[in-house]
């Protein structure tokens, strides 16, 4: 008897020297989202994090509920004295945020992880 995989709990955050790295896979329910938003901003306001890299190349479809959530997050950020760049967006999920009119202020864009990290480099600044 195969027993069903258990639902996933959390979004790993992993720090990165002053910055933290966000992989999103699949779907981000509310409850997900609600604590990936309390995780992000404290970890901001504990420690000398400076940027937020959210890499959603693992992410098929970007709804109005995500990318809420995504421009939620860079404005609590923001507010905490840290940038957030967005990495890995896939053309179709671009796509889809013109279609549903969603703008997500506050978030620079980046086309892969390693290009977020330069633009979040002292030098870029």
């Not at 890499?55 to 609590?76: C, K, N, P, Q, Y």
Request: aromatic share 0%; no cysteine; charged share 20%.
């Amino acid at each position: 008897m195969s027993r069903p995989l258990p639902a996933q709990t959390q979004v790993p955050v992993l720090a990165l020297g002053d910055t933290l790295l966000v992989s999103l896979q699949g779907e981000l329910h509310d409850g997900l989202a609600e604590q990936l938003q309390h995780d992000i901003s404290s970890r901001i306001a504990a420690g000398r994090v400076t940027g937020v890299v959210l890499d959603i190349s693992g992410v098929d479809i970007v709804d109005s509920f995500l990318g809420r959530v995504l421009a939620e997050i860079a404005s609590t950020a923001r507010l905490l004295a840290a940038r957030t760049v967005l990495a890995g967006m896939r053309p179709a999920v671009a796509i889809t945020l013109v279609e549903l009119g969603l703008t997500l202020p506050g978030l620079i864009t980046a086309l892969d992880v390693d290009r977020a990290l330069e633009l979040l480099s002292p030098e870029e600044e």
